[in-house]
């Protein structure tokens, strides 16, 4: 029969998992190096070595995870064969907000360049057809298009005309009504380019997505007892003196695993109690906060001790929104909403640890330490899982429950009916 792990390498596709990342020269010095036969000198060192490759400690530390979501809030998915790309272009200005800067400049620039020399070369082609190039200089011609010698002097009439600069050595006369009806094209084309491109240079400036980067995580989380609970926490913090508005926060856990019916789901969302219910999950985010996530019975991580943290493979995604303060309408809350996003991997998880206060009381008003934002110190936590020290204090109760009837009855024995 198949080992165990065999068997579950053909269950977990690869491409699913968190793999090391191992070179190919690297694989054919493994093969060639277990094909001979090892001298007894180095007998102990390839014993030490393959401790250390079973050790799930080392293995942690050498392996390279592939991150869903990166540090930065940055989402690792990249979308292909996408067949209908008809949908990008029904939505041309989202489309074009999207758009990196360069290739945002790029467009916002060919759309007048482009404008002026098709209306360049139209201006050239009606003023060649009637030969107003030919008669430049001429007192009895009656040009349509005035002063256009060349390409060059078309193309600058129509960056004049759609500009509305106007210098006035070049026009469109009342001669033809083609060149009327040209110049009124190009004012409404030039309006309409006006209207978008500027349109998108504003939405494009003025979106609040570069006010997530003042928005703050702790590099890990932490496991401890608050209130006698086991609760998983991280702190978040904004360093502007500008606030978000009606702040709220998520946790979603991503973990693959199997159903019962042996159906393989890849990347599977869960969500994290972070206080929803209670209301807790709404931030009023003026000094840092720390997030608490009690572990119980409805908690992913019920059954999750410490030994099992660090076999287990998942990644937590932290998920911040507000609305930006100095927008200062709530009208242009659903434009003006902002979120930050970070990760945590299992790995990134502080068994037992606590995070150090970074508040002080200065001068009449509460200073906040920024420098002390990331520091932990290690408390004493029980490393069983959360659901092991419910069934021992349920256990404690029962037995303190009976002790108590056993001392009752000592103190108040049972009279026996007599004469």
């Not at 998920?319 to 242009?332: D, K, M, S």
């Not at 002080?360 to 330490?369: M, P």
Request: hydrophobic share 40%; proline share 4%.
């Amino acid at each position: 029969p198949p080992a165990p792990q065999d068997a579950g390498a053909r269950l977990y596709p690869l491409q699913t998992l968190s793999v090391a990342n191992i070179p190919n020269s690297a694989r054919g010095r493994t093969s060639a190096r277990s094909s001979t036969v090892p001298t007894p000198e180095g007998l102990q060192s390839r014993r030490c070595k393959l401790l250390e490759e079973d050790n799930p400690m080392v293995q942690s530390g050498k392996r390279q995870r592939q991150r869903y979501v990166t540090k930065v809030g940055k989402c690792q998915v990249n979308l292909g064969n996408i067949q209908d790309k008809k949908r990008f272009l029904s939505d041309i200005f989202t489309t074009i907000v999207d758009l990196k800067y360069r290739w945002f400049l790029f467009v916002f620039m060919m759309c007048y360049i482009v404008t002026w020399v098709v209306f360049g070369t139209i201006y050239f082609f009606d003023a060649w057809v009637r030969g107003d190039v030919g008669h430049q200089g001429d007192p009895e011609w009656r040009a349509c298009i005035e002063n256009v010698d060349g390409f060059i002097s078309a193309l600058l009439l129509s960056v004049e005309s759609q500009r509305t600069i106007g210098y006035g050595t070049r026009m469109v006369t009342a001669n033809c009504a083609e060149g009327v009806i040209l110049l009124m094209a190009q004012s409404i084309v030039g309006s309409m380019i006006d209207a978008m491109m500027v349109g998108c240079m504003f939405v494009k400036i003025s979106r609040p997505k570069k006010r997530a980067q003042t928005l703050i995580f702790s590099k890990n989380c932490v496991i401890s007892r608050r209130d006698e609970k086991l609760c998983l926490m991280f702190r978040v913090g904004d360093l502007r003196e500008s606030h978000m508005v009606d702040a709220k926060i998520r946790a979603k856990l991503i973990k693959s695993r199997q159903t019962a019916e042996g159906e393989f789901i890849p990347l599977e969302q869960s969500e994290l109690n972070l206080g929803y219910d209670t209301g807790e999950d709404r931030l009023f985010l003026v000094e840092p906060q720390i997030i608490c996530h009690v572990i119980d019975r409805h908690s992913p991580f019920w059954d999750m001790s410490a030994e099992s943290l660090r076999r287990d493979q998942f990644e937590i995604i932290i998920i911040l929104e507000g609305i930006v303060e100095a927008t200062g309408n709530r009208c242009l809350a659903s434009g003006m909403t902002c979120q930050a996003r970070t990760s945590y991997t299992e790995d990134e998880i502080l068994w037992g640890y606590r995070f150090e206060p970074c508040m002080s009381l200065e001068k009449g008003a509460f200073h906040v330490d920024y420098s002390r934002f990331e520091m932990t110190f290690e408390v004493q936590t029980p490393a069983a899982s959360a659901k092991e020290l419910q069934e021992l204090k349920e256990l404690e109760q029962q037995e303190h429950s009976t002790l108590s009837l056993y001392w009752d009855h000592l103190l108040h024995p049972c009279v026996l009916p007599g004469p």
